[in-house]
Structure formats: structure tokens, C-alpha cells
């Protein structure tokens, strides 16, 4: 797998659990929506909308924070409400290829450091869009405690 040597792009999402609402079918999405800037080059008719990489990245943490519950919950873990993923998709380059990469900032406060860890890794072995990317793109996990 090869590393990224120069990024030139990096989309990022904040993903929280709210709780479900009365009488709705599914979570709801909520998007700070956002636009590169492109000096010189602007598309003032045009509204801002969000990149592949923060569109990759809201639904992989989407994916993922729910894998993480799963996997609490089959190991009796109470997660904290303020459990929260931090995903940045990284589109970068080394020589000519084109990468994509993965930083993400898992924060499970409250849990002992070896008990996130857990949670956060084994949840990535369920998660789809983990699996999908497993070997193909380089993944930063960072587990936060406090």
C-alpha cells in the first residue's frame, strides 16, 4: 500500500449519536455544507455543496460509529453520550498515482484507554466501509479517553 506524498485535498466530518425521533424510520443526516475555494476560479450561481471526500467521509462515519455500538453492545459496554468520530478522507499523491486516506479521531470518553481500543479496532473489522478499504488505503485511528 503506498503512502500519500502530497495532499492536496482532505474532507472532514464530525459524527455524533443523537437519539432516534419519534415516529422517524431512520437517523437524519445533518451537513455543514462547504466548497474548496478555488482562488480566481468561483462559481457564484452555484450553491455550496460538499466533496466526495466529506460525502466518503460522513458515510463511513456514519457506518463506523454505528459498528462501534454494535460492538458495545455485545461486549456490555455503556457508551458515553458524547461518543463522537472524527473522519478526514485525505486525496493526495505520490509521484503520479492518486491515493485516498483515512485519519480518524475516536472519542469515547469515561472508557479505561484498552477498552476504546478494543471497541474502536473491533469495529472496524465489522464496519463495511472498513472492510471495503482494509489494505487499500492507509487508516489513522486515534482513541481519545479523556
Request: charged share 15%.
Given at each position: 500500500?503506498?503512502?500519500?506524498?502530497?495532499?492536496?485535498?482532505?474532507?472532514?466530518?464530525?459524527?455524533?449519536?443523537?437519539p432516534p425521533t419519534a415516529g422517524a424510520?431512520?437517523?437524519?443526516?445533518?451537513?455543514?455544507?462547504?466548497?474548496?475555494?478555488h482562488p480566481g476560479f468561483e462559481f457564484?450561481?452555484?450553491?455550496?455543496?460538499?466533496?466526495?471526500?466529506?460525502?466518503?467521509?460522513?458515510?463511513?462515519?456514519?457506518?463506523?460509529?454505528?459498528?462501534?455500538?454494535?460492538?458495545?453492545?455485545?461486549?456490555?459496554?455503556?457508551?458515553?453520550?458524547?461518543?463522537?468520530?472524527?473522519?478526514?478522507?485525505?486525496?493526495?499523491?505520490?509521484?503520479?498515482?492518486?491515493?485516498?486516506?483515512?485519519?480518524f479521531d475516536v472519542r469515547i470518553p469515561?472508557?479505561?484507554?484498552?477498552?476504546?481500543?478494543?471497541?474502536?479496532?473491533?469495529?472496524?473489522?465489522?464496519?463495511?466501509?472498513?472492510?471495503?478499504?482494509?489494505?487499500?488505503?492507509?487508516?489513522?485511528?486515534?482513541?481519545?479517553?479523556?
Amino acid at each position: 500500500m503506498s503512502k500519500i506524498d502530497k495532499v492536496l485535498f482532505t474532507g472532514k466530518t464530525h459524527t455524533t449519536v443523537n437519539p432516534p425521533t419519534a415516529g422517524a424510520d431512520h437517523g437524519s443526516v445533518n451537513l455543514a455544507l462547504t466548497s474548496p475555494g478555488h482562488p480566481g476560479f468561483e462559481f457564484p450561481d452555484v450553491a455550496p455543496h460538499p466533496t466526495a471526500e466529506q460525502l466518503f467521509a460522513g458515510a463511513w462515519s456514519s457506518c463506523y460509529i454505528t459498528a462501534i455500538g454494535l460492538v458495545a453492545a455485545q461486549k456490555r459496554v455503556k457508551l458515553p453520550e458524547d461518543l463522537s468520530v472524527d473522519i478526514e478522507i485525505i486525496l493526495g499523491q505520490t509521484g503520479a498515482a492518486w491515493l485516498l486516506g483515512a485519519r480518524f479521531d475516536v472519542r469515547i470518553p469515561g472508557l479505561a484507554q484498552d477498552v476504546a481500543e478494543k471497541l474502536a479496532h473491533t469495529a472496524h473489522e465489522i464496519c463495511p466501509y472498513s472492510k471495503a478499504t482494509h489494505g487499500n488505503i492507509e487508516v489513522v485511528v486515534n482513541v481519545i479517553t479523556s
